[in-house]
């Protein structure tokens, strides 16, 4: 191992700024994105290149990535890597909607030769334990790298993509490379209730926060730390130039939609809280310009907006709203309900705000119903937030019976956090 890169493995992110300016970058993903404040944010693939990668030197490699694996110039990681003889990159593992990003939620693009360069991509949804391991093993890499944009909610797959590659990885003794990207919604806290082992679903593997306030280096190293039965060689690529305050927008870098419904950042903040309206029969706003911030059902008049209003929710406020869905619930047909328009971030909370919708939806409309197949339950991560709100608790209620093991969870997740 060269000194170049056990310094890159274990400096910390204080350390790592405060030498930024001395580390080489003329090889490095060019760009212009800056951080408020002066401050550029950089991507563990930014200091992966910058140190000439290193890292991976010797090593055939293969990634985990999907359309938002991109240089700050929008240059695919994996067209910049391929083309770069200091790298041997030799496969591709794509994830849900796929490494290119051509499929749908529940989708994948299956096993194919990408035209671009040539390289296998291999398809990893709905694939962990020795299968995906064995995945990992057909393809011949020593190292696999993972480079994805998550949203910071604990039902977005990508997470569990990361969670299931690790152990994978494991098992076939590869070595696993994190590479640390922003949480768009910030790192401040942890929110929402923590999933219950006995619902662990692909949309929830293990006992992390609904809302988990982590970079994917940070759950990693949670992952590795807490929850993996086989040690993996995990190591990892954490940003400069972030903090946990930062919004998105601060980080300088360009967004790519992460999957086909979540087009933008806005579409992320509000995420954690109002994708529990897929687990009801009302529309969740796929199939719409704004998913997840317009909610409605045919039915729902100005009563929801004019409850939730009546709510006095900080950071945001309800827009009685109609649309149409080209696609999902209520497909073609015009439905009511609510927009959200979040006018102060900083004291807006998803979590708290999801389940004030859903309290006051059941209560002004008579037509609510959860899905049938329980999925409030998955996404929630247990049955008590249905239960109570079946059983009239008002929106603290429900949010008091998380308290416990939501405090409980952020004392874990305070030891694997590298960013300030």
């Known amino acids: 191992m060269t000194l170049s890169r056990r310094t890159l493995l274990t400096t910390t992110t204080a350390a790592a700024t405060a030498t930024a300016a001395t580390t080489g970058t003329a090889r490095a993903p060019a ?28 090593d055939r490699v293969g990634v985990v990535t999907n359309p938002t694996g991109v240089t700050r ?13 200091r790298v041997d990159l030799t496969a591709v593992f794509g994830p849900e909607h796929g490494f290119r990003g051509t499929a749908q939620a529940g989708g994948s693009e299956g096993r194919y030769d990408d035209p671009a360069t040539g390289l296998p991509v291999y398809d990893t949804y709905l694939k962990s334990g020795q299968p995906l391991a064995d995945v990992f093993t057909a393809s011949g890499v020593d190292t696999v790298v993972f480079d994805i944009q998550d949203v910071g909610a604990r039902f977005y797959t990508y997470i569990w993509t990361l969670y299931d590659c690790m152990e994978a990885a494991a098992l076939a003794g590869k070595r696993f490379v994190v590479l640390d990207r922003p949480n768009p919604v910030t ?77 933008t950042p806005q579409t992320a903040l509000v ?61 073609g047909r015009t439905v009511g309900g609510v927009q959200l ?50 059983a009239g608790a008002d929106t603290d209620e429900v949010v008091a019976g998380w308290r416990a093991e939501l405090e409980a969870f952020r004392r ?3 030891r694997y956090l590298v960013h300030h």
């Not at 994105?33 to 200091?47: D, I, L, Q």
């Not at 992966?48 to 010797?58: I, Q, S, T, V, W």
């Not at 004019?306 to 009685?320: H, I, K, S, T, Y």
């Open 31 to 58: 760009g212009t994105g800056r951080a408020s404040g002066g401050r550029r944010a950089r991507t563990g693939f930014e200091r992966l290149a910058a140190d000439g990668y290193a890292l991976l030197d010797g």
């Open 73 to 85: 110039d929008v240059r695919h990681i994996v067209d910049v890597m391929h083309a770069d003889d």
């Open 187 to 263: 790192g401040r806290a942890a929110l929402g209730p923590v999933l219950h082992p006995e619902f662990a679903t692909f949309v929830g593997r293990r006992p992390i926060a609904q809302a988990h306030g982590m970079t994917v280096v940070e759950l990693a190293r949670l992952f590795d730390g807490e929850f993996l039965t086989t040690p993996v060689a995990l190591e990892t690529v954490p940003m400069t130039g972030w903090r946990r305050s930062d919004f998105y927008d601060a980080s300088g870098l360009p967004w790519v939609p992460p999957s086909p419904n979540m087009p």
């Open 271 to 331: 995420y954690s809280g109002t994708c529990l309206f897929e687990g009801t029969n009302l529309s969740e706003g796929r199939g719409t310009t704004r998913p997840f911030e317009l909610l409605g059902a045919e039915g729902i008049d100005g009563a929801w907006a004019a409850a939730a209003n009546g709510l006095g929710l900080p950071g945001v406020r309800f827009r009685e709203a109609y649309f149409a869905p080209v696609f999902s619930k209520f497909q």
């Open 341 to 390: 328009h979040v006018h102060d971030r900083a004291a807006f909370d998803p979590v708290r705000t999801g389940i004030a919708l859903l309290v006051t939806a059941k209560r002004t409309w008579d037509g609510f119903a959860w899905r049938s197949d329980q999925w409030i339950d998955k996404l929630t991560g247990s049955a008590r937030v249905r239960t109570m709100i079946d």
């Open 412 to 414: 874990v997740r305070e």
